[in-house]
């Protein structure tokens, strides 16, 4: 570690010594002669140069990416193609300072940012689509953003923002801003239909058509259907759905309006852990005799249909298969005009739909059936032999004594989400060189929730687990079914959300090199939830079927919360030029994440949800300083970052419980984007980061570095254009190194650095044909991005569950451009 460390370090340092020296000298001696560059590399770089980004901008025509005073990373559509995402949140990779747990298939993402202190999910990480929120709250339990977008042909870009100003426009999020910005009409027509298949018998259609429709009117449509076994084969679809997206366009004077809607029906499989061996307290992972930790996983056609005891007389029925789905429809409308003078912008959308979990939770450690037994025994039929009973296989047969066995909940929570956001600018120079921006943001939304937490599964611990059941000699069934576990957490909650902020910024251009703003966000929000009141009993009357004994159960009452908040966030940074498209910034910025309905859940009563020190507003403050630079040989985005924090909420599920705790944090590092173009047609890039984030104000774990994010991450990708006349052969790999991490807050469980090599083939034949092959994880790494979160304390020796990245897999595609 401390190798690639030195070398990361040293390799940014000299960069940025090198640029700047560079930087200095222009001027007082003629400029070095660039690359010779053939019309493709030349007409990337000039892009790139003139690239134009809108995420967190004052005026809605957006900066030029080298003159904005934050960081902020871009990825175009074939970026996005050679980078191989497996999700929506593995785009992240791409970013230097995030860390994206994709390792759960299309949803149900962790993803941590530089030095924000956060446990699961995504609270740190709102995800846009031309520039609104797709739900204005980032993160719910069983619920981040990342998990309401499918990426597809439709997508022409994304920017992701990290900390700047986005404190004080649309949600004002102070983590990471991810906006995907879709395709629009224009005078060119663009159609292509693409074919692709791979590892999981994949097998995926994507179109797209977008052109001129009438004077002043342009139009896109297009979408995908998919269907796969995965990776990790479950022996049902992986993944199984389609999406459909079409914009309309009208030309205005100086502007244009736009409408857009996007329809998503899709089923996705959700991966939790698997059986492992670890040693060396955590150090060494190597596989659990029997199951591939790359390509397996204990889903089954045995449980796919599962049945729930959720109270007397009421059971409900769920398949495996819905996964961590998504059913919903987002409708969006953007508008932009020059009046008299005057900057107005518009954009607002509306999202409803469902996007439910029915899925597997990995629970205690693997052990042999007959510990189990003998466990069983213990509790339930004291005084007998360890062995008293019977453990036989739902489908028949006995269970041998040594077989490994696991437990397993098979979780149903339904979640029915609907919002309105909208957010209005006005941008005018009142005085030379100075502009003032002025808007309103307000987010309606709702979120109706029904829970069946637990209802634990006995299972063998092998790839496509076989069901077990245990009964013992006085009578006591332990587990029918496969179910050796109850319900233990079952709420039915409706929660309802508004916000409302008024937020001002001023721009101003000193002179040419130098460019200062300003900004201030005034912000409130109201919370209201009506939640079930709970209590538990034996769902059947029989004490022997100790399965469902202590059911959560809905008493038929409930509790009502309701809290107000207000919060005041601030941004304030400048940029100079120290050439054309060189630069320098500074920025400093206070911001604020508010409760979400799951911190009124946790609070239980209205008198500890008044508690504000109980349950604080969480508050933030950012400092950064950075380097900007592009030119024909070279690239480069450097910053360095302080963060400070105080009031995060906490939240652990447990196999039998729900844990909650607060916290602060201070972090610090550098990022960095670093890309050079030595000859012709070549270009390697470096990406990265390195931070190191403490937890504080919290005496548990003062001092602890904050969990599952890595000291120092980076990406080595070189490229390779080899022009053949009206055809190109394009060569890309990328090798990426992930740090070592705490995977939980006390420090205790450790999960080793990994490293993965991915690498793909890009051939452009003539102006219609387009084939690529592209391999992730080529080399079989074994590393893991969590370990069982579902217990507390050190997991650091013998076997364990634990959730490993996708082993190899490869696809193929085919795309025909009309």
Avoid at 114 to 132: A, C, E, I, L, Y
Avoid at 252 to 260: F, I
Avoid at 723 to 746: E, F, I
Avoid at 773 to 796: F, I, K, P
């Amino acid at each position: 570690m401390n190798s690639h460390k030195h070398f990361l370090l040293s390799s940014v340092t000299l960069a940025v010594l090198t640029l700047m020296n560079q930087a200095q000298a222009a001027g007082q001696a003629a400029p070095a002669a660039a690359p010779a560059l053939d019309a493709a590399a030349a007409g990337a770089v000039a892009t790139e140069i003139q690239q134009v980004v809108v995420t967190g901008t004052a005026s809605a025509r957006g900066t030029r990416k080298i003159d904005t005073s934050f960081s902020i990373t871009t990825a175009t559509e074939e970026q996005l193609k050679s980078a191989s995402p497996s999700s929506t949140a593995d785009v992240l990779k791409l970013v230097p300072g995030v860390y994206a747990e994709s390792t759960g298939g299309q949803s149900g993402a962790n993803i941590e940012v530089r030095g924000f202190p956060s446990g699961s999910d995504s609270p740190f990480v709102s995800v846009q689509m031309n520039g609104n929120p797709l739900y204005p709250v980032p993160v719910l339990s069983f619920f981040e953003g990342s998990s309401a977008f499918r990426l597809d042909d439709t997508v022409e870009r994304v920017e992701v923002l990290r900390g700047g100003p986005s404190t004080i426009y649309s949600v004002g999020q102070p983590g990471a801003t991810m906006n995907f910005i879709l395709k629009k009409g224009t005078d060119t027509p663009e159609a292509t239909l693409r074919f692709t298949t791979g590892t999981g018998k994949l097998r995926r259609l994507d179109g797209f058509v977008g052109g001129k429709i009438a004077d002043g009117w342009y139009g896109t449509i297009g979408g995908f259907a998919r269907q796969t076994q995965g990776v990790r084969d479950p022996q049902f679809k992986a993944d199984d759905g389609k999406q459909l997206t079409a914009s309309l366009t009208r030309k205005l004077d100086e502007g244009e309006v736009t409408a857009y809607v996007r329809t998503t029906k899709e089923k996705n499989a959700f991966y939790t852990g698997v059986p492992l061996i670890s040693s060396d307290n955590g150090r060494t992972i190597t596989e659990f005799p029997g199951f591939d930790p790359l390509t397996g996983t204990l889903m089954s056609n045995e449980m796919r249909h599962f049945t729930i005891d959720a109270a007397p007389g009421k059971t409900l029925t769920r398949d495996l298969a819905d996964g961590r789905g998504m059913d919903a429809t987002v409708f969006g409308a953007e508008y932009e005009q020059k009046l008299g003078g005057w900057d107005v912008s518009n954009k607002a959308n509306y999202f409803s739909g469902d996007l439910n979990t029915i899925s597997m939770f990995t629970g205690n450690n693997p052990l042999t059936a007959a510990a189990y037994l003998a466990n069983a025994n213990a509790t339930h039929n004291p005084g007998a032999a360890a062995g008293s009973g019977s453990i036989s296989y739902v489908k028949g047969g006995a269970v041998d004594p040594n077989q490994q066995v696991v437990q397993a909940g098979l979780w149903s929570v339904e979640k029915k989400l609907s919002s309105f956001t909208n957010e209005f600018r006005i941008s005018r120079e009142l005085l030379k060189n100075n502009t003032t921006t002025v808007g309103a943001y307000v987010a309606r939304y709702k979120s109706n929730d029904e829970w069946y937490l637990g209802n634990s599964h006995l299972m063998t611990a092998t790839p496509n687990a076989s069901l077990i059941n245990v009964q013992l000699s006085n009578g006591t069934i332990v587990s029918r079914n496969g179910v050796d576990g109850n319900v233990f957490y079952a709420p039915v909650a409706a929660y309802k959300g508004n916000n409302t902020a008024l937020f001002v910024a001023n721009e101003w251009k000193v002179n040419e090199q130098i460019k200062l703003d300003v900004g201030a966000r005034r912000e409130k929000q109201s919370l209201k939830a009506t939640i079930s009141n709970l209590t538990s009993m034996d769902t059947d009357a029989n004490p022997l079927t100790v399965y469902n004994n202590g059911t959560s159960v809905a008493t038929g009452t409930n509790t009502q919360l309701s809290r107000d908040d207000s919060v005041n966030s601030f941004t304030v940074g400048g940029i100079y030029k120290l050439s054309k498209d060189m630069s320098v910034f500074a920025r400093a910025n206070t911001g604020h994440t508010f409760i979400y309905f799951d911190d009124m859940r946790n609070a239980g009563t209205q008198a500890a949800l008044n508690d504000r020190k109980g349950v604080p507003t969480p508050k933030v403050t950012q400092y950064e300083v950075g380097f900007k630079t592009v030119g024909a040989m070279y690239s480069a985005y450097i910053n360095g970052f302080y963060t400070d924090f105080t009031g995060i909420s906490f939240q652990q599920i447990t196999t039998d419980a729900v844990l909650n705790s607060v916290s602060g944090s201070r972090g610090h590092g550098v990022e960095f984007e670093l890309a050079v173009r030595p000859v012709k047609n070549l270009q390697v890039s470096l990406m990265g980061n390195y931070q190191e984030s403490k937890y504080r104000d919290n005496p548990a774990i003062s001092g602890k570095l904050v969990q599952r994010q890595p000291k120092m991450q980076f990406r080595l990708s070189p490229s390779y254009r080899i022009p053949m006349g009206d055809n190109s052969l394009k060569l890309y790999g990328t090798y990426a190194h992930v740090g070592s991490r705490w995977a939980d807050q006390a420090n205790l469980s450790y999960l080793p650095s990994y490293k993965t090599v991915d690498a793909g083939i890009l051939a452009s034949m003539g102006a219609h044909w387009e084939f690529r092959l592209a391999g992730t994880n080529l080399g079989n790494e074994l590393g893991l991005t969590e370990g069982n979160s579902r217990l507390t304390g050190a997991q650091s020796s013998g076997p364990i569950n634990a959730r490993p990245i996708f082993g190899r897999a490869v696809e193929a595609s085919i795309l025909y451009r009309f």
